[in-house]
């Protein structure tokens, strides 16, 4: 089982260093990690270019123009670099816990997608982890969610469970086969601008019969604090998400599918 880890970012490094950081700590490390970068600046570049050197993995970066908040397709071209056949995907805020990787292996089956959850962290704390490029526990201050930083195979096997609901989407911590995200043709580029490009895919998988796994207590995520996007695109999202539940759609046109050829 190969494990391709894809970190999505967009102009900022400090986080993406923070995040590197944290794979760089991990107990089993994934095959290889992938950069979506939606268009950052040269910064980011030298960035990945200097941990490249000595990164104990293949690290790549996979960039595209910046024109605007793409995020779809900068998944979908990460997808296409990917060599492994199981795919982590977390976003260049989320820092990880140490046995992350480890968890998403352990939760992975086939027919099943994974979505794990994240802790949220203060302003502050996440000002001080980027300068020490520490890890969070449970008594960690600045923490909300506080339960959320626990990571326990018993807790984890007692209260994780099959919730094929587009409840609880969270696109900063989910996990896939290559197969199954080949199959729906990726994430949807309509999408331009903040929102719901997690929730239609997640329903492209449902509607496809692959399972969503809720994982609790296992595979945990940091996300650093940050101001929220704006909102100004989500009633056009939200007429995208609303066909692919009406018609319940399996595939989209506008998908993975024109960067394989």
Not at 9 to 15: D, M, Q
Not at 48 to 70: C, M
Not at 227 to 237: D, H, I, Q
Request: with cysteine; net charge positive.
């Amino acid at each position: 089982m190969k494990v391709t880890l894809i970190v999505t970012t967009y102009n900022w490094k400090e986080a993406l260093e923070v995040v590197l950081q944290s794979v760089l700590k991990q107990s089993t490390l994934p095959y290889e990690v992938i950069i979506a970068d939606d268009g950052s600046r040269e910064d980011t570049q030298r960035l990945i270019k200097t941990y490249a050197e000595n990164f104990p993995v293949p690290l790549i970066h996979s960039w595209q123009e910046d024109s605007g908040f793409r995020l779809a397709m900068s998944r979908n071209r990460a997808i296409t670099k990917a060599r492994g056949d199981y795919i982590i995907i977390i976003d260049g805020d989320i820092l990880i816990a140490p046995d992350f990787i480890a968890s998403h292996i352990a939760a992975a089956r086939p027919n099943f997608f994974v979505q794990g959850g994240r802790v949220l962290m203060g302003d502050d704390l996440s000002k001080r982890i980027m300068q020490n490029f520490s890890i969070p526990n449970f008594f960690t201050k600045g923490l909300r969610n506080r339960h959320n930083t626990l990571s326990s195979p018993l807790l984890s096997r007692l209260f994780s469970k099959v919730w094929n609901s587009d409840r609880s989407t969270r696109g900063c911590n989910i996990a896939f086969w290559k197969k199954d995200i080949v199959a729906i043709n990726g994430y949807n580029e309509a999408f331009e601008g903040w929102g719901r490009e997690d929730s239609e895919m997640v329903i492209r998988m449902l509607n496809k019969g692959i399972q969503r796994f809720y994982l609790k207590f296992s595979g945990v995520g940091f996300h650093l604090y940050h101001k929220e996007n704006t909102r100004a695109s989500l009633p056009k999202n939200d007429e995208i998400l609303s066909n692919t539940i009406d018609n319940k759609l399996q595939w989209i046109e506008s998908g993975l599918d024109k960067h394989l050829k």
